[in-house]
């Protein structure tokens, strides 16, 4: 079949940010759990690093590459944190409303939300959720100034570090996206259950190897 490009209901693009979750890790359990709402989200800035080629010669010739891993790394931006998130950022309550820095940073895991959009459907075409696991929070810069006649309220961010996590079948990874508009509504409604929870059940973030099992693969 002759390629055709541009068509109408196909011009797609993705964009926004929202319905960002934080999770606790239980080192434990090895379970993220807790699952707590993040408000405040403006951006979450994705930066892999690695993959990088270096180039084998022999017998004279570029005899093949070899290519280094891939690491995925991040940044978080908002106006606000939960507070559950203060000891992966360093802190510790001693006190009722007093906090300790520069303590022993705890990893987390973490879920958020971008917007599918077509030319015909808008932002209402579709969404991702986009998994992040094992992220370590690095210290990052908080400025503060004075009220003015300008006034804007302080941008919180922190870059991110990860760890891969087991993933059956495949090389580990430390980053999921799941797509609405492939993965059937009813099982997305299921995995949003387990991300958000319930009345009965608390919000926590899935392994790769019980996503797979709720969602499915096609031979």
Known sequence: MKLTWDKLGEHLYETGVDRGVFYSYDKDTKVYKNGVAWNGL???NESPSGAEASAIYADNIKYLNLVSAEEYAASIEA???PKEFMECDGYVEIADGVLAGQQERKPFGFCYRTLIGSDT????KGYKLHLIYNASASPSEKQHSTVNDNPDAVSLSWD???TPVDVPGIKPTSCLEIDSTTVPAEKMTALENILYGTDEA???LP????IITLVGKTA
Not at 121 to 124: D, F, I, M, P, V
Not at 207 to 210: D, S, T
């Open 121 to 124: 459907e808008g932002t209402s």
């Open 160 to 162: 991110i570090s990860t």
């Open 202 to 204: 608390e919000a926590r």
């Open 42 to 44: 403006s951006a979450v």
């Open 79 to 81: 106006y606000s944190a």
């Open 207 to 210: 392994l790769p190897a019980e």
